[in-house]
C-alpha cells in the first residue's frame, strides 16, 4: 500500500487531498495508530533483546539459574502481550492505509461534483434538425434493437437485451474501437471477469466500491465493473524490465455494476445499467510523470480518434478531486453529445494513477540503474455500450426513421450505409 512514510512527512497534503476527494478517512486517527505502532514495535524489540540476553545469562550464571528463568518467563508474557496488541493495531492501521488517497498533480480543478469539472475542447457540431427527433427507445422500438420487458422478467430493472440490429451494431462498435486501438500497439486481452478480493483492493476498487460490486459469496468472488481489474491485477507480483515499457494491453469483456446510489436516476432506457460491455485501455510505464502525461494524453487521443470516426459530438472535461476515485491522480472524461438528454453526458473516463496500484499490486520494473521500482498504471475507456447506442443512435438518426452508419463502421455492419 502507500509508503507510510509519504503520509507522516506530508500530511498535510494528505489531509487536502482527503477533504477535495471526500474520503471518510480520519487522518488524526491513522496517524496516532502509527505512532502507537512504532512505540509497541520498539519495546518488543527491547523485549526481544532482553530475552537473549537472559538466555545468555542462564549459561553463565548458574547461581542465578532459578531468578533469571522467572524473569524470562514474564519477559515473554510481556512479549506475547505485545505482539497481540501490535497485531490488533496493524489491523486498523492497515485498513485505515487502504483509504489513503492517491494526491492529484498540479493543474486538477477543485471541486464537489462533476457540476465542477471544467471543459477543455469540444469536437463535432450538434445538428439542427427540421424534424421532430426520436430518442434512442423510440428509435429502438421502430427497429426492433432492444427488449426491454422481457429481459427485465428473466433478470430485473434495469436488464435489457439487444436484438438483431441492436447486437449487431454493439458488437460492431466493440470490434472497431479494439481494432482501432490494436492497431496503435496495445496486445488484445479477454481478462478474467470474476476475480478475488485481492485484485478488485489492488486496482483500488475496494474498500470503498464495494457497495456497486456484485459478489459471488460461496466462492469468494466478484464481478468486475471493468477488465482493467483483470487485466492490471494478472501481473501481481511482477517484475518487468526497463526496456518492456511502457506495456500497453487493452481488454475487452462483459462488465457488472450494481450502480448502487443511483435508485430512481437514469430509470428509462439505456444509460444506467447493471450490465454492459466495454474496450478498455490499460498502460503500465515507468515511475516517470512526465512519461505518465504523455500515455495519458495518447490514451485519450486513441478514443478521441474513435468518435470522431463515428460522428459523434462531444467535449473533454478536466475531471475535479470530488468527481476522482480514490487513486486517480489525473482524469478526464469524454462527453458525448446526447440529443434526448439536451446534455454532454460521460462515455469515456482516462485515468492515470501513478504508483497507487503498483504498490498494492507489487507491479515493479528494473530502472535504468538496476534497481527496482514501482511503475505506473493508466487506463482508459476505447468505447462502452449500450450508453454509447444512446448517441450513436440519437446523433444518426435520419428524417424517415432510419439510422446512417458511418462510413469506418460499415465494414462491420455487412457494408450497410444504414439501418432500417
Same mark, same amino acid.
Given at each position: 500500500?502507500?509508503?507510510?512514510?509519504?503520509?507522516?512527512?506530508?500530511?498535510?497534503?494528505?489531509?487536502?487531498?482527503?477533504?477535495?476527494?471526500?474520503?471518510?478517512?480520519?487522518? /488524526?486517527?491513522?496517524?496516532?495508530?502509527?505512532?502507537? %505502532?512504532?512505540?509497541? *514495535?520498539?519495546? *518488543?524489540?527491547?523485549?526481544?533483546?532482553?530475552?537473549?540476553?537472559?538466555?545468555? #545469562?542462564?549459561?553463565?550464571?548458574?547461581?542465578n539459574?532459578? #531468578?533469571?528463568?522467572?524473569?524470562?518467563?514474564?519477559?515473554?508474557?510481556?512479549?506475547?502481550?505485545?505482539?497481540?496488541?501490535?497485531?490488533?493495531?496493524?489491523?486498523?492501521?492497515?485498513?485505515?492505509?487502504?483509504?489513503?488517497?492517491?494526491?492529484?498533480? /498540479?493543474?486538477?480543478?477543485?471541486?464537489?461534483?462533476?457540476?465542477?469539472?471544467?471543459?477543455?475542447?469540444?469536437?463535432?457540431?450538434?445538428?439542427?434538425?427540421? !424534424?421532430?427527433?426520436?430518442?434512442?427507445? #423510440?428509435?429502438a422500438?421502430?427497429?426492433?434493437?432492444?427488449?426491454?420487458?422481457?429481459?427485465?422478467?428473466? &433478470?430485473?430493472s434495469?436488464?435489457? @437485451?439487444?436484438?438483431?440490429?441492436?447486437?449487431?451494431?454493439?458488437? *460492431?462498435?466493440?470490434?472497431?474501437?479494439?481494432?482501432?486501438v =490494436?492497431?496503435?500497439?496495445?496486445?488484445?486481452?479477454?481478462?478474467?471477469?470474476?476475480?478475488?478480493?485481492?485484485?478488485? !483492493?489492488?486496482?483500488?476498487?475496494?474498500?470503498?466500491?464495494?457497495?456497486? &460490486?456484485?459478489?459471488?459469496? $460461496?466462492?469468494?468472488?466478484?464481478?468486475?465493473?471493468?477488465? $482493467?481489474?483483470?487485466?492490471?491485477?494478472?501481473?501481481?507480483?511482477?517484475?518487468?524490465?526497463?526496456?518492456?515499457?511502457?506495456a500497453? !494491453?487493452?481488454?475487452?469483456?462483459?462488465?457488472?455494476?450494481?450502480?448502487?446510489?443511483?435508485?430512481?436516476?437514469?430509470?428509462?432506457?439505456?444509460? %444506467? =445499467?447493471?450490465?454492459?460491455?466495454? =474496450? $478498455? #485501455? =490499460?498502460?503500465f510505464?515507468?515511475?516517470?510523470?512526465?512519461?505518465? @502525461?504523455?500515455e495519458h494524453?495518447?490514451?485519450?487521443?486513441?478514443?478521441?480518434?474513435?468518435?470522431?470516426?463515428?460522428?459523434?459530438?462531444?467535449?473533454?472535461?478536466?475531471?475535479?478531486?470530488?468527481?476522482?476515485?480514490?487513486?486517480?491522480?489525473?482524469?478526464?472524461?469524454?462527453?458525448?453529445?446526447?440529443?434526448?438528454?439536451e446534455?454532454?453526458?460521460?462515455?469515456?473516463?482516462?485515468?492515470?494513477f501513478?504508483?497507487?496500484?503498483?504498490?498494492?499490486?507489487?507491479?515493479?520494473? %528494473?530502472?535504468?540503474?538496476?534497481?527496482?521500482?514501482?511503475?505506473f498504471?493508466?487506463?482508459?475507456?476505447?468505447?462502452?455500450?449500450? %450508453?454509447i447506442?444512446?448517441? !450513436?443512435?440519437?446523433?444518426?438518426?435520419?428524417?424517415?426513421?432510419?439510422?446512417?452508419?458511418?462510413?469506418?463502421?460499415?465494414?462491420?455492419?455487412?457494408?450497410?450505409?444504414?439501418?432500417?
Open positions: 500500500m502507500i509508503d507510510i512514510e509519504r503520509v507522516r512527512t506530508n500530511s498535510e497534503k494528505y489531509r487536502e487531498t482527503i477533504r477535495a476527494k471526500k474520503i471518510p478517512l480520519d487522518l /488524526d486517527r491513522l496517524l496516532h495508530l502509527d505512532l502507537q %505502532r512504532q512505540e509497541a *514495535a520498539s519495546r *518488543a524489540n527491547q523485549l526481544r533483546e532482553r530475552r537473549n540476553k537472559l538466555s545468555e #545469562q542462564v549459561a553463565q550464571e548458574p547461581q539459574k532459578q #531468578q533469571l528463568i522467572s524473569e524470562s518467563r514474564q519477559n515473554g508474557e510481556q512479549l506475547t502481550a505485545l505482539q497481540t496488541e501490535l497485531t490488533v493495531l496493524e489491523k486498523e492501521l492497515d485498513e485505515l492505509l487502504g483509504m489513503v488517497p492517491g494526491i492529484p498533480v /498540479d493543474g486538477v480543478p477543485v471541486g464537489d461534483t462533476d457540476k465542477d469539472n471544467v471543459e477543455i475542447r469540444r469536437w463535432g457540431e450538434i445538428k439542427k434538425r427540421a !424534424f421532430v427527433e426520436k430518442d434512442h427507445m #423510440q428509435l422500438a421502430k427497429h426492433k434493437l432492444v427488449d426491454l420487458d422481457g429481459a427485465r422478467q428473466v &433478470a430485473g434495469r436488464a435489457y @437485451a439487444l436484438l438483431g440490429d441492436g447486437a449487431l451494431l454493439e458488437l *460492431a462498435l466493440l470490434r472497431f474501437a479494439l481494432d482501432s =490494436v492497431s496503435k500497439g496495445f496486445t488484445a486481452v479477454l481478462p478474467p471477469l470474476m476475480v478475488n478480493r485481492a485484485a478488485m !483492493f489492488g486496482t483500488g476498487y475496494f474498500p470503498l466500491g464495494e457497495d456497486n &460490486a456484485y459478489e459471488l459469496e $460461496e466462492q469468494k468472488m466478484f464481478l468486475t465493473g471493468t477488465s $482493467e481489474v483483470g487485466i492490471v491485477a494478472m501481473q501481481m507480483n511482477r517484475l518487468f524490465d526497463r526496456d518492456e515499457l511502457p500497453r !494491453f487493452v481488454g475487452i469483456s462483459t462488465c457488472f455494476r450494481k450502480e448502487a446510489g443511483s435508485a430512481g436516476r437514469d430509470t428509462r432506457g439505456l444509460y %444506467r =445499467v447493471h450490465q454492459f460491455q466495454k =474496450v $478498455e #485501455q =490499460v498502460v510505464c515507468e515511475n516517470d510523470p512526465e512519461i505518465a @502525461a504523455k494524453l495518447a490514451l485519450l487521443q486513441n478514443a478521441e480518434n474513435i468518435l470522431q470516426a463515428l460522428e459523434l459530438p462531444y467535449r473533454v472535461v478536466a475531471v475535479c478531486t470530488g468527481d476522482m476515485g480514490l487513486g486517480q491522480v489525473q482524469k478526464h472524461d469524454l462527453e458525448t453529445w446526447m440529443p434526448s438528454r446534455a454532454y453526458c460521460e462515455t469515456h473516463s482516462c485515468s492515470t501513478d504508483d497507487f496500484q503498483a504498490r498494492r499490486l507489487n507491479l515493479r520494473y %528494473r530502472g535504468e540503474d538496476k534497481k527496482k521500482k514501482y511503475l498504471t493508466l487506463n482508459n475507456t476505447a468505447i462502452a455500450s449500450p %450508453r447506442l444512446i448517441p !450513436f443512435l440519437e446523433n444518426h438518426q435520419n428524417e424517415d426513421g432510419t439510422i446512417h452508419i458511418p462510413p469506418p463502421l460499415r465494414p462491420y455492419m455487412g457494408n450497410r450505409a444504414k439501418i432500417g
